[in-house]
């Protein structure tokens, strides 16, 4: 089993959609969660930390629930510069990446 | 914010060479640094660690003789891949954290095509 599982996707969505992800992880020792953005041929961003209390960056609702060891990412209002890979962090003595999941947002 | 800068950004070397790649943290130091690779369709694996002033540790896998990571100073790590071959062909992908930081810094990767 893998440490971080992701839905590969790809999700097509139209814009204006709201569109939700989910992570769950295995190690239940983890102690950080994030989710990175990663464009094509580029570097992972850091999008937003998750905590278990729910955090919100705008139009990005992330959630973390520990008994179950899952993580999750809503995207509200898409836009068509949100089309990425979506990937879900799990830090415990090393960052551990999901294979993430491919947004794709149409006009 | 935190910057790490990566270089090659791109490099394509013949078979059987070694290639250096080069991360350094621009405007903070560096405790430890990870070195990733990525495949094309795949997430990234972290390949090993490095601590300023000790040996790198290595994941499951990751050959340390041929990978060799040197993390000399607070804000220089490199990696070289020795005797390159085809298979090595890849994104690689550094990363940098600083004691009490949750969240790391990426350099902007370097894609090395091995022909």
């Known amino acids: 089993r893998k440490e971080v599982e992701q839905d590969p996707g790809p999700f097509n969505v139209p814009e204006g959609a709201t569109v939700a992800f989910n992570c769950t992880y295995s190690n239940s020792a983890s102690q950080s969660f994030f989710w990175y953005r990663q464009d094509c041929r580029k570097e992972p961003k850091l999008l937003m930390s998750?905590?278990?209390s729910g955090n919100e960056d705008g139009r990005f609702t992330a959630q973390l629930n520990r008994a179950s060891q899952y993580i999750s990412l809503l995207i509200r209002d898409s836009k068509l510069s949100d089309s990425a890979t979506y990937l879900c962090v799990v830090k415990g003595n090393k960052l551990v990446f999901g294979a993430g999941t491919i947004l794709r947002v149409k006009s | 914010g935190a910057v790490v800068s990566q270089h090659p950004s791109w490099v394509i070397c013949k078979s059987g060479t070694s290639v250096k790649i080069e991360c350094r943290s621009l405007d903070f130091q560096a405790t430890t640094m990870f070195w990733y690779r990525q495949f094309p369709k795949q997430s990234l694996m972290l390949m090993a660690t490095s601590n300023e002033g000790s040996k790198a540790t290595y994941e499951q896998g990751v050959e340390k003789d041929k990978f060799l990571i040197n993390h000399a100073s607070l804000t220089l790590s490199t990696l070289t891949v020795t005797s390159a071959h085809p298979e090595d062909s890849s994104f690689y992908i550094c990363?940098?954290?600083?004691?009490?930081?949750?969240?790391?810094?990426f350099g902007s990767g370097t894609r090395l095509t091995v022909v």
């Open positions: 998750v905590y278990s």
């Open positions: 990363s940098a954290g600083q004691t009490g930081r949750n969240g790391y810094t």
